[in-house]
């Protein structure tokens, strides 16, 4: 296959990858601000991106501990893995040709194909075969390097895209490695930096794209605040979700590690918390803790009733629940002045409840096709909710989002923020830029919350 040659094609169709998301408007039109947006063709293109690529990441760790668990779902989360693939490749093939997208496929395949051979080789205690595949692992850093810089005539360089793909590769072995051992601290750990990881390969990616084909995205910019406000929100929101699937999954299991499980959707929770109060100060930022943290404990409440078979503390947790979707509905419609609106909020946040307990319920039935169809859509939703809460804050405080847009290459190549252990979604801190009226709306709305 000529894949050097195809990598000249000029990109087919631009929709192909932006996903379509059934969420609730950010703004109205008489707040919009043209000078600052989180939604340009550009910032499509890097959201499409980072949830592929951060899908991939969690998918594999899904499918690696399912494969050395032995697993009845393991076919199912392995297929939802390909699927992955096959959704990343038709976005490649949509820029690079065909050709180019499958030529793609076949070189990313192959590294999910050594994964395999990893916990396959580890399940018979073999050291010879784990090693080859790591030695494969290896090579595919290579090829993978070679084909992405042949792809962006050099925008991404081979020798930086073996370094990341290699931290990719590692991420996953380490989280792999640490759940064999029965080190679950440390295997959540690099869950999460594996996930986080994927973002900065989506934003170099993204950007070499938009530089090589910049009419086709109206000259618009992967790197700018507004951007990276996004992308840090949809981190957090597709984690969620993607986080408690694996908790609410291993809850019913009664597995080992579940409390580790449960301690990375805390952690995850606790992160989200300081965005928001980075926006809408401490207490708007403990007010949300408050409320978001219910909701978690009510899942939790619902796959404790569904292990004992207790119906009724089944429909209590659905019932707490729908209580939930409002007061967070309403926290966030006062918080962004109207921006939001609470029953576009209620519709959106009643979506995820019911993907997260569809997921959940087929699971425990054993319909791992709904399942793993569920999670996928779970996580795709949760891009949409970045989408709109970050539209929401840009339009909220556009005057912090309108900077001059960089001409270079921004520091996304493949490295990513899990090299110096920071979370990213913590760098586009705003504190202060709240004002006086709106955090005043947000801790009256709580203290009248709790007093009812």
């Known amino acids: 296959m000529n894949w050097k040659k195809a990598m000249v094609a000029v990109p087919l169709s631009v929709g192909l990858l932006v996903p379509t998301f059934q969420v609730a408007s950010a703004h109205d039109g008489e707040h919009h601000h043209p000078h600052a947006s989180v939604s340009t063709p550009a910032s499509d293109l890097r959201a499409s991106l980072d949830a592929l690529l951060s899908e991939h990441a969690f998918l594999a760790v899904v499918a690696m501990q399912k494969g050395i668990d032995g697993a009845e779902d393991f076919e199912q989360a392995a297929g939802a893995l390909n699927a992955n693939t096959n959704d990343l490749s038709a976005a490649v093939a949509s820029v690079y040709g065909e050709e180019g997208g499958a030529a793609f496929k076949e070189i990313w395949s192959s590294h999910i194909g050594y994964f395999v051979d990893y916990v396959t080789a580890t399940a018979e205690e073999n050291e010879e075969g784990r090693q080859q595949a790591l030695a494969e692992l290896d090579e595919y850093t290579a090829e993978q390097a070679a084909f992405l810089d042949t792809a962006t005539e050099s925008r991404l360089k081979a020798s930086e895209l073996e370094a990341g793909l290699k931290m990719h590769v590692e991420q ?101 918390s300081v965005a928001v109060g980075s926006v809408y100060g401490e207490e708007g930022g403990a007010a949300f803790e408050e409320i978001w943290s219910s909701h978690i404990g009510y899942f939790v409440d619902y796959v404790v009733a569904t292990g004992e078979e207790n119906e009724e503390g089944r429909e209590v947790a659905i019932a707490e629940l729908e209580e939930y979707k409002v007061e967070q509905a309403a926290f966030l419609d006062t918080a962004t002045e109207g921006r939001l609106k609470a029953a576009d ?49 840009v339009d909220q405080f556009p005057e912090n989002f309108e900077k001059d847009m960089p001409t270079d290459m921004p520091a996304a190549g493949m490295g990513g923020a899990a090299d110096n252990g920071m979370n990213a979604a913590i760098a586009w801190t705003v504190a202060g830029l709240i004002s006086a009226i709106v955090l005043t709306q947000v801790i009256a709305f709580r203290r009248k919350a709790t007093q009812e």
């Open 172 to 272: 996953l072995v380490w989280a792999f490695d640490n759940y064999v051992a029965g080190d679950f601290d440390k295997a959540y750990d690099n869950v999460r930096h594996a996930i986080e990881h994927m973002y900065e390969p989506g934003k170099g990616l993204s950007w070499a794209i938009t530089d090589q084909f910049p009419e086709k995205f109206e000259n618009t910019s992967v790197d700018t605040p507004a951007a990276d406000l996004r992308a840090d929100l949809n981190h957090l929101f597709a984690e969620h979700a993607a986080l408690a699937v694996l908790a609410m999954q291993k809850g019913i299991d009664g597995a080992g590690d579940f409390e580790n499980a449960a301690g990375a959707l805390n952690e995850n929770t606790a992160d989200l």
């Open 345 to 393: 909020l209620e519709e959106g946040l009643q979506m995820h409840i019911d993907e997260l307990l569809l997921a959940f319920n087929s699971y425990n039935e054993a319909n791992y096709e709904t399942t793993y169809n569920t999670i996928r859509e779970s996580y795709a939703h949760m891009f949409g909710v970045g989408e709109m809460m970050s539209g929401a804050i």
